[in-house]
């Protein structure tokens, strides 16, 4: 064989490890369009498509085959991206090797379904929001579903602005005649009716039982807004009568407070129960108790914590941004009171100097659940009424990438801990 | 769901608390500033001792350390307001404000009912962030006044701005129960319940204070401008209520201007009664009005005051806002020719045009050219061009082009230099005299724009049938104007993609097909702009028309192909609204 006709042999043998093999979707300020790229990762995997997230790499980032079809869609969508050869790829590993780094596989796209009455607009809802944006596919299920067992066909359950006291989140105080209000009402108390229940409390009082078994038996729950601290009193007061008379006909028991099963909560602990009902609060649950006029609390910044992605890689996912402040945004409730949380619960995120927390994580049976204050992370004074977010204008939102970190993370293939 | 809506007080306080050395100093000497304001009325009468005045000297001057000085040197030979004041100030600029507690502790030993030391105490405690002397002060000044509402005044208003509402609400009921009512205290208290979210009873208590201040207009409508939309029709009840006064008024027409219900805006304005302040308030709002290029209301507001106050300026000026909102008969009756105006050259300057105008806008070209010829010896040259080309540009639109030639004519040669000769050149299909002229005009329009982008492109100097497409157009002829822009498409090669997408354009806009003009953009020319433009316009129709697999492949096939274009935002935002991925906008 001539000189010429080895080297040509040898370049043709290393052409395709100097071709590009994988595509790098970087999640840092680089990224033109962060929300989508989560999206994108996503429904690749549903294909069958086996993808890394890098985390702490680039701001989180994700590693994808370089398929002209992922290609294309992050074209359409405006996702940037950076085709890399495997000896690129060998130069990210090292480095990743050397720092709080990890590369964490993502196998199974979670079956994802979010609790909200059917005829709900996905605008009301910040999940909804972020999963329609970046093009997720989930099922709207609801009380009737829930009873029947549904929640088995699902990985993954996000709950919104719910009140699993059946108290409407005491919005009869300002919204009693509002048309929207009214037919919420009567829809559900149909529905509790129809269900075989006395009042709305109780359905819900159920249903929260039910989402508790449904995270116990491994499934993984992410709520915010209301729903957070509403379905830890209804499972923490699954024996008592917490939820006002012009709910369920019946004044809340006196000694609710004393009778309350914390043991059965997921997160929270000895909160107190808001025994007014004139007083739009459920609990001292809530930091910033925000529709009480005189016990509202201003808005801050909250910090995300760095966990190890080493060593706790599922916090770690949890927290994966390309910002670490982010400002606070309200909610029915807004934050967490560190009084009120349970020893085992893992903060990712709280604000310096203040009694409460934002974001918190924690196992319970075999499943886990993740609960996230606040209503719209980028519509912070969000009211009833207001026009919905457009996310196309935040394609680089910090506070939604939380959201869509927790419909990636169940995706992530559990890897023995490095001791 | 959601939540209710939040105080500016929540924000206020943060901002306090993050305040550095520096903004608190400068936020404690606009204070000052904004209370000598009231005492300099009562020191006026007096003369200023000279230690007074040597300190205010070097303030001035900006000798802060020796203003100290000599400011303390003035509280000792002359305690008063000027120079506890004035101590305040230099004091905050050098961040001393503790130098003021012995000071003010021994003027209020000497004078405890006198109401500004004691407010100057509370701001010196505020500022040193000593709320447990701040509270003790209060407490002290109200024990020595107890029917007096300036403490409760003045401590509810610093724990507002801090961010205490639930303190400052228990305050005020303390003032109400001292006080006997809220009668002296309704403006802090609408400021908390603004604060509170409270918004109806903040709007009830703004109606109240405004009735006896209507200067705080202003702040009552900054405060109650973050209502949310639930709340809005109550707020308008309460400061709609009878009897109309303009304080209440003037605060509900800020809020819908802010709103953006303009109309809104004027119709609470105009039910006032017809009065001097109330001619003020509308000719105000009829100025803003103007300028925010809403005509109609500017028409009505202007001329509601110049009913109460006729003159020739306000008639002139609703007599423009008039023209502007399509009304050009009123322009007759607001400013008759020869009618409060008795100068004649002065009519000419400022009456006639709008005449001219008014003629022209009412297609009476012959009309406005025998007007013009009227006052033809008191016309200045710039006045006489002006209305020539307004006449000249009537006789276009009639499509009369001599006439029009002949309107230009009269205003002297210069007219042959004139924007209006650069739209006839074009007209004619003289094309390199109209590149001349029209690069020079002065005033932008679209209409200039769409020419200039064109005829800038076009290498030959002569193309009539571009000319009479133009012509088409300036004639209101759109679908003449169609065809005839396809058809020079084909005899400007240059300019093609661009003249077919006008052509398409002015399909679209009559609601006419213009498909097959997209169609042949995107075949003829598929790497042009326009191609890009057509596809993104094709899909937008598509997707209104309810075929959404339509337009996402349109779509899809302008982004992969067009990368670089600058409709790209726009195609990704059509494509996100196909697949429903955000609201509807």
């Known amino acids: 064989m001539s000189y010429l006709r080895r080297v040509f042999l040898i370049v043709l043998l290393a052409a395709p490890a100097l071709r590009a093999q994988r595509m790098l979707i970087p999640m840092d300020d680089g990224q033109t369009n962060h929300l989508k790229a989560y999206g994108l990762t996503y429904n690749a995997m549903k294909t069958g498509v086996q993808a890394e997230w890098l985390l702490n790499y680039r701001g989180g980032s994700f590693l994808l085959p370089d398929a002209p079809e992922l290609r294309r869609r992050a074209s359409l969508d405006g996702i940037s991206f950076e085709a890399i050869t495997d000896a690129q790829l060998s130069a990210i590993r090292r480095e990743m090797a050397s720092g709080n780094m990890e590369a964490v596989p993502l196998e199974k796209a979670p079956r994802i379904a979010v609790y909200t009455p059917a005829e709900a607009q996905p605008w009301d809802d910040a999940v909804t929001l972020a999963l329609k944006y970046a093009g997720i596919d989930f099922t709207p299920i609801y009380d009737e579903q829930v009873e029947q067992g549904d929640l088995t066909k699902y990985d993954w359950l996000h709950l919104h602005h719910e009140d699993f006291t059946g108290q409407f989140n005491k919005f009869q105080l300002g919204y009693r005649d509002a048309p929207w209000f009214r037919d919420m009402v009567a829809k559900n108390a149909a529905s509790a009716k129809k269900l075989g229940y006395a009042s709305v409390p109780g359905l819900k009082k159920d249903v929260a039982e039910r989402i508790r078994l449904f995270v116990e038996r491994g499934g993984f729950l992410f709520a915010m807004c209301g729903a957070t601290e509403t379905l830890e009193l209804a499972i923490a007061g699954h024996d008592v009568d917490i939820a006002g008379e012009f709910a369920d006909g019946s004044p809340m028991d006196p000694d609710a407070d004393t009778r309350m099963n914390w043991k059965r909560a997921l997160a929270f602990k000895d909160a107190h129960l808001e025994h007014s009902p004139f007083v739009n609060s459920m609990s001292d649950i809530d930091g910033h108790q925000v529709n009480v006029p005189g016990r509202r609390q201003p808005l ?29 945004y309200y909610g029915v409730t807004t934050s967490f009171t560190k ?36 209503h719209d992370p980028e519509d912070p004074q969000h009211a009833i009424g207001n026009p919905p977010t457009d996310l196309s204008l935040h394609k680089g939102s910090p506070g939604y990438r939380l959201i869509l970190n927790n419909v990636l993370f169940p995706a992530a293939k559990k890897k023995p801990l490095k001791t | 769901m959601s939540v209710e809506r939040f105080s500016t007080t929540s924000r206020a306080s943060t901002v306090l608390r993050n305040r550095s050395g520096t903004a608190a100093r400068r936020y404690a000497a606009t204070w000052a500033l904004v209370l000598l304001a009231g005492v300099s009325v009562r020191a006026l009468g007096q003369e200023e001792k000279p230690e007074v005045a040597r300190a205010l000297e070097l303030e001035s001057a900006g000798k802060y350390r020796e203003a100290v000085a000599a400011f303390k040197i003035a509280m000792k030979v002359a305690p008063g307001a000027t120079a506890l004041l004035g101590l305040e100030r230099v004091s905050a600029e050098l961040g001393q404000t503790d130098s003021l507690v012995a000071p003010l502790d021994t003027l209020i030993a000497a004078h405890p009912r006198e109401s500004i030391y004691r407010t100057v105490q509370l701001r010196t405690y505020q500022i040193l962030r000593r709320d447990d002397k701040l509270r003790e002060s209060f407490e002290k000044w109200a024990r020595a006044m107890p029917r007096d509402p300036s403490p409760y005044r ?28 809220l009668r002296d205290l309704e403006y802090e208290n609408a400021q908390l319940r603004a604060a509170m979210g409270e918004w109806i009873p903040s709007a009830l208590s703004w109606r109240r204070a405004l009735s006896d201040a209507p200067h705080l207009a202003t702040a009552a409508s900054f405060a109650l401008a973050r209502a949310p939309a639930s709340a809005r029709d109550g707020i308008r009840d309460a400061l709609a209520s009878l009897p109309a006064e303009p304080g209440p008024r003037r605060a509900l027409a800020d809020l819908e201007l802010n709103w953006g219900q303009s109309q809104d805006a004027w119709d609470a304005l105009r039910s006032l009664k017809p009065d001097t302040a109330a001619a003020t308030m509308w000719e105000e709002f009829a100025e803003r009005a103007y300028a925010e290029e809403r005509w109609t209301i500017a028409r009505d507001a202007y001329t509601a005051a110049y009913r109460v106050h006729p003159s020739v300026p306000l008639a002139t000026r609703a007599a423009s806002a008039s023209l502007r909102a399509g009304s050009p008969e009123a322009v007759f009756v607001l400013v008759p020719l020869g009618g409060g105006e008795k100068d004649s050259s002065r009519s000419a300057r400022e009456i006639m045009p709008l005449h001219v105008a008014a003629l022209v806008a009412l297609g009476r070209a012959s009309d406005a050219d025998a007007l013009i010829a009227r006052y033809d010896k008191f016309l200045v040259p710039v006045v006489r061009m002006r209305v020539a080309q307004m006449v000249a540009t009537a006789w276009v639109r009639s499509g009369d082009l001599v006439r029009a030639r002949q309107a230009l004519a009269t205003a002297g040669p210069e007219a042959d230099s004139s924007e209006a000769a650069g739209w006839l050149a074009l007209y004619d299909g003289r094309i390199g005299s109209a590149r001349m002229l029209l690069r020079t005009a002065r005033t932008p329009t679209p209409d200039l724009a769409l020419a200039m982008g064109i005829i800038v492109r076009v290498k030959s100097d002569s193309a009539p049938q571009l000319g009479a497409a133009f012509l088409a157009l300036a004639r209101g002829d759109t679908v003449g104007a169609s065809a005839r822009f396809v058809e020079a498409s084909a005899h400007h090669a240059d300019v093609a993609p661009a003249l077919l997408l006008i052509a398409a354009r002015l399909r679209a806009a009559r609601g006419d097909d213009a498909v097959p003009i997209w169609t042949r953009i995107m075949a003829e020319h598929p790497t042009s702009p326009e191609a890009v433009e057509s596809e993104l316009e094709w899909a937008r129709l598509l997707r209104k028309r309810g075929d959404v ?28 609204l196909a697949r429903g991925a955000i609201p509807p906008s």
Do not use: C
């Open chain 1, 300 to 328: 801050g910044t909250f910090t995300l914590f760095n966990f190890s992605s080493k060593f706790d890689p599922v916090p770690s996912m949890l927290v994966q941004n390309h910002r670490s402040v982010l400002n606070d």
């Open chain 1, 339 to 374: 009084a009120t949380l349970k020893p085992g619960d893992i903060v990712l995120a709280t604000e310096e100097g203040a009694p409460w927390v934002k974001y918190i994580h924690g196992d319970y049976g075999k499943g886990t659940w993740t609960y996230l204050g606040g």
């Open chain 2, 154 to 181: 003045e401590y509810a208003r610093i724990l507002i701005l801090q961010g205490r509402p639930a303190t400052a609400d228990s305050v005020i009921m303390r003032g109400k129960s001292a006080l006997g009512s």
């Open chain 2, 549 to 576: 697999a339509g337009a996402t492949e349109h779509l899809e096939h302008l982004i992969l192909n067009a990368p670089q274009s600058a409709l790209l935002p726009q195609a990704r935002r059509e494509l996100e």
